[in-house]
């Protein structure tokens, strides 16, 4: 696999994946630093409708979801997809 890393605005990225998601949903909140970070776009577009999917998939309906971001390091953003769904069953939990 190759990336197409460029300069990207990471608040945009996410709030574009977000407003897919709130034509069905009343959720993902977005509360995100607007930064410019270098990434290949089209995949973390991807990575986060996955766990946008996800959240949909395993949680309650009307269960907040969360779109976050932070720093990290030197220039680095870290990006947090959360939700207040009842979590993972201690059975599966090994």
């Known amino acids: 696999m190759t990336l ?7 608040a945009a990225l996410l709030e574009r994946a977000a407003e897919r998601w709130r034509r069905d949903t009343r959720w993902p909140l977005v509360c995100v ?9 089209e995949k973390v577009d991807r990575i986060v409708d996955e766990l946008l999917a ?3 998939k ?4 009307d ?5 976050r971001t932070r720093r990290h390091g030197r220039g680095g953003i870290v990006v947090v997809v959360e939700d207040a769904g009842p979590g993972v069953p201690s059975e599966c939990v090994g």
């Open 4 to 10: 197409d890393r460029r300069p990207f605005n990471i």
């Open 33 to 41: 630093t607007s930064a410019t970070v270098w990434l290949d776009a």
């Open 54 to 56: 996800n959240a949909a």
């Open 58 to 61: 395993h949680t309650p309906p």
């Open 63 to 67: 269960t907040p979801v969360w779109i």
